[in-house]
């Protein structure tokens, strides 16, 4: 991109006020933003006035926020694009997962078509960033990377993304460890894992193979932990010993992790300095079903948690809307962050760490140099934004409006 062009009138926060009881109120003010090349160049408020000549879009006083990052999601298994199929009942997981393999087998010549309806969506509701896990395994073999990466390349100008290669029948059956391989040497930039005791049912080995296959392709590492309880904590706590081992500070990252909400507060505690001190991450979708990992105490101890929307409307489950901003809405009424400054500080778990205002309400976003990512919205402030998830005006990716109008 080589034009320049000024986003006018759009909103941003300034500050915080504070009455004599300690309540707090975000203060907003009108700016004018010149992008050039995609990246923020100047700032300047709304009575500036832009020399004539200089080409304007009209923020028309929506509030800006930065964009989201949806750091899990499967865009290989949704049936968006496709007729209404709810999923068919499964008697427990192993049925599941027989059912889900026969039927990815059939729905390959669609993956294109169905990840780029589920990135349609994404876009609509505010990410400009995608973590999604693909499935390889003896079932699909290759096919679902070769359609999602087909798709994710067709939106390269849209969006960064990133592709983890996901054994989800397990790292350690027959042919498994040949395929991931493959698939990293195919597109697939992260290497995945699940439940090295509930699926591969050798903890050790399977955290061994994970970090083996990491290393040969100087590759970070996500994996799926739904194991519960001690055996979970003890999973998680073998995985930073791994990473520790390899110098993997700052690659290694663990989505779900439930098992970190079901243990004494102790044990809480000794894990997140563990996970601060190594740089790793964990990725939630805050369900409604399960213990969360206690997001809070990480924030406190400096992990990073990320949000993602996992896959939806797909054989797992008929439900999901792709909307980020809505789940930091459920995080806050399961965490009772009710707030103006709390539920305006929670946004950074949707953009994967950027907020407006910094906790002592100094600017911090946008900043010039930074990329022009704006998601905006019809709010008066990040803290309504979060309580009342309003719609998406507009989505800009690096300049460009890549969803909505305004």
Known sequence: MTTSYWLKNVRLETGYDQDENGVYETKTELFHLKIHDGKIVEKQKFSFPIPSG??????????????????????????LSLNWKAPIPAKNLEERLHLEAMELAELAPTTKQRASAMIDLLLSQGASHIRTHVNIDPYIGLKNLEGVKAALEDYSDKLTYEIVAFPQHGLLRE??????????????????????????????????EVMNLAVEFNADVD??????????????DKLAELAADAKWHNRVAVSHAFCLGDVPLPQQEEIADKLSALGMSIM?????????????????????????????YDSWGPYGTGDLLEKVTKYCELYRKSDERSLAQSL????????????????????????????????????????????REAVIFKGKVISGQF
């Open 54 to 79: 200089e080409k304007t879009v009209d923020g028309k006083g929506y509030l800006a926020v930065p964009t989201f990052k949806e750091m899990h999601n499967h865009l290989d298994k949704t049936y």
């Open 175 to 208: 042919k498994v460890l040949p395929l991931m391989k493959e698939a990293m040497r195919s597109g697939a930039q992260l290497i995945g894992g699940l439940d090295p005791a509930g699926i591969d049912h050798n903890i050790e080995k399977s955290l061994y």
């Open 223 to 236: 994996i799926h932990l739904h194991d519960g309880g001690h055996v979970g904590f003890y999973t998680v």
């Open 284 to 312: 939630s979708t805050i369900p409604i079903n399960r213990t969360l990992p206690p997001i809070e105490l990480f924030e406190r101890k400096g992990v990073s948690v990320f949000l993602g929307c996992d896959g939806f």
């Open 348 to 391: 950074k778990i949707a953009t994967g760490g950027p907020t407006p205002l910094t906790k002592d309400g100094e600017m911090a976003w946008p900043l010039n140099g930074e990329d022009a990512n704006f998601v905006l919205l019809n709010a008066s402030c990040s803290a309504e934004a979060v309580a009342r998830t309003p719609k």
